[in-house]
C-alpha cells in the first residue's frame, strides 16, 4: 500500500470522509424540514402570493378575474375610508402596543418579588387569555351596553350622572375595544416578563437590597434594563397583534359608528367578503403587510443601534 492510503484499526471500519457525512446529514436534516417548509408554502407563502396577484385584479369571486394593472391601488390613495381605518388602526396599535409593553411588567416584578397569593394571582390575571376570544367579546358586550353592568356600577357609585354609550358613542368606541383587547392579552405579557425574570440572578436583588435600594430604584436600574430583551419581544408581538385586531371590532362594534372604530383588518374582511371586492381588499392586505413589516424591521433596527 502507499503511504497516502487510509489507515484503519484491525476490526474497526474505515469511517466516510468528513464532506461525505456533512452532505448526509444536511440531507437527513432537509427531509425532515419538508413537512414544515410543505405547510408554510401552502398556508403562508402561497395564500400571500396569490393575494399579490389578486391585488392587481378586479375580481368578485363570480367572475373570472380580469387584470387592472395598479388601478386598485389607486382607489387606495383617494379612499377616505380607508384613510380612517389607517388612522383607527394607528390609535388602536399605539394605545394597547403601549399598554401591553408597560403595564405588565412592574405587575410581573410584584408577582416576582414574592407577594402574598401570589398563585392566585397569576391565574387570575392569566384567565382572560384561556377564554376564547368571541366569549370574551360578547360578555364585555353585555358588560358595556348603555344598561349594563359598568353603567350600573358607575351610576349606582355617582361617578357618571347617566350612562355612558361605550360602544354607540364614536368618543368611546374605539377606547372601549382597545381597553377589552388590553384585558383580553394581559396575561401573555405577564408570562414573558415573569419567564424573563426567573432568568435573572438573585445576586443582583441582593447586591441592591445591601446597597439600600427600594423597590423602584431596582426595578427601574436592576430589572428594565436586564428585561430589554423581553421588552422588545413584547412590542413587537403586541405589535403585529394590534395591527390586526378583527374579532374584538366584528362583536363590540362591527366597525361603528360611522366608522368611528373600524380598523384596517376589519376593513379588508368587509371589502372582500360583504361587498364581494377581492381584488380591492388584497391590495388594503398588501399595503397593511408592507406598511406592518416595514414598521417591525424599523423597530427591530431601533432596538438593536439603542443597545
Known amino acids: 500500500m502507499s503511504g497516502t492510503a487510509l489507515r484503519t484499526r484491525p476490526g474497526r471500519a474505515a469511517r466516510p470522509p468528513r464532506a461525505w457525512r456533512a452532505v448526509r446529514d444536511s440531507r437527513w436534516g432537509w427531509l425532515l424540514a419538508v413537512p414544515a417548509v410543505g405547510l408554510i408554502g401552502g398556508f403562508v407563502l402561497y395564500p400571500a402570493l396569490n393575494t399579490l396577484l ?10 373570472p378575474a380580469s387584470f387592472v394593472g395598479t388601478r386598485q391601488y389607486e382607489a387606495l390613495a383617494t379612499d377616505a375610508v380607508f384613510h380612517r381605518t389607517l388612522l383607527n388602526s394607528a390609535l ?15 405587575v410581573a416584578y410584584w408577582i416576582h418579588r414574592g407577594i402574598p ?9 392569566y384567565l382572560p387569555v384561556v377564554v376564547p376570544i368571541i366569549v370574551s367579546s360578547v360578555a364585555w358586550k353585555w358588560m358595556l351596553d ?9 351610576v349606582s357609585l355617582g361617578i357618571t350622572r347617566e350612562p355612558v354609550s361605550w360602544l354607540s358613542d364614536p368618543g368611546w368606541a374605539i377606547w372601549s375595544v382597545a381597553g377589552v383587547i388590553v384585558w383580553r392579552a394581559f396575561g401573555i405579557y405577564l408570562l414573558i416578563y415573569l419567564a424573563g425574570l426567573a432568568t435573572l440572578p438573585g445576586e443582583h436583588f441582593e447586591a441592591a437590597a445591601i446597597d439600600g435600594a427600594g423597590h423602584v430604584r431596582t426595578f427601574a436600574n436592576i430589572v428594565v434594563p436586564q428585561l430589554r430583551g423581553s421588552i422588545v419581544l413584547s412590542s413587537v408581538i403586541a405589535f403585529v397583534a394590534a395591527m390586526r385586531t378583527f374579532d374584538e371590532i366584528y362583536v363590540l362594534t362591527g366597525g361603528g359608528p360611522v366608522n368611528a372604530s373600524k380598523n384596517t383588518a376589519y376593513y379588508i ?12 381588499g388584497s391590495a388594503m392586505a398588501v399595503v397593511l403587510l408592507a406598511l406592518v413589516l416595514g414598521l417591525v424591521l424599523l423597530g427591530l433596527r431601533l432596538a438593536r443601534v439603542a443597545r
Open 54 to 63: 389578486f391585488s392587481f385584479t378586479d375580481f368578485n369571486g363570480l367572475t
Open 92 to 106: 388602536i396599535t399605539v394605545t394597547v402596543t403601549v399598554l401591553l409593553v408597560c403595564l405588565p411588567l412592574p
Open 117 to 125: 397569593f401570589r398563585r392566585f394571582f397569576r391565574t387570575v390575571l
Open 146 to 154: 348603555d344598561n349594563g353592568l359598568v353603567n350600573h356600577v358607575l
Open 269 to 280: 374582511w368587509e371589502s372582500a367578503f360583504s361587498f364581494f371586492k377581492f381584488g380591492y
